[in-house]
């Protein structure tokens, strides 16, 4: 039985399957074709293994921050995937993705850049938006890169979430929230 990895954050599309043995990745860039490669991408990947959705016994997805189309598609098809199989979806920020995939050990910063700020978090630091990281100088800005098995460990840690209630973590949400 294999996790299924969904990220659909940015303009690589990564799909992934993992179990105790293997790992199994397919990644794409995207200019805002999201929609045309993702599903595609699932079926590929289920195909090139000689796997089916049944052997799909949960799904990992990155809900945000990041592009609002991508994250919609991406959240949308894991939710349907997680409400028709019946099978658990564990979320995980894009943010606190960065940050376990990074080999730093200590004060370990994740941020996003915006044409306004900065979106981010760090094992002390719950995800938030700054204007500048001035104040941060004694972190290590880690790398917008995925360890995709050390994401789905992460993630797999957390408690999943009903298919029905995943949300979007938008970057202007974030916004939103630190206006109140």
Known sequence: M???FLDTHGELITVALHNNENLYIKEKESHYSHAVYFVPMIKEILEENNLTLKDI???????????????RIGLSVAK???YTLNIPIHLISTLEAYL?????NSKKLAVIEDNKGYYIMADDIKEEYVLDLSNYSDYTKVEEKLNVP?????????????AH???ANYV???EVDKCK
């Open 2 to 4: 294999y996790t299924l």
């Open 80 to 82: 349907t995937l997680a």
């Open 100 to 104: 376990v995939s990074s080999p730093a």
């Open 57 to 71: 016994k949960n799904i990992v997805c990155i809900n945000g921050p990041g592009s609002f189309t991508g994250l």
């Open 150 to 162: 050390e994401v789905i460990k992460k993630a797999l840690e957390k408690p999943s979430t009903n």
């Open 165 to 167: 209630l995943v949300r």
């Open 172 to 174: 202007k949400q974030i």
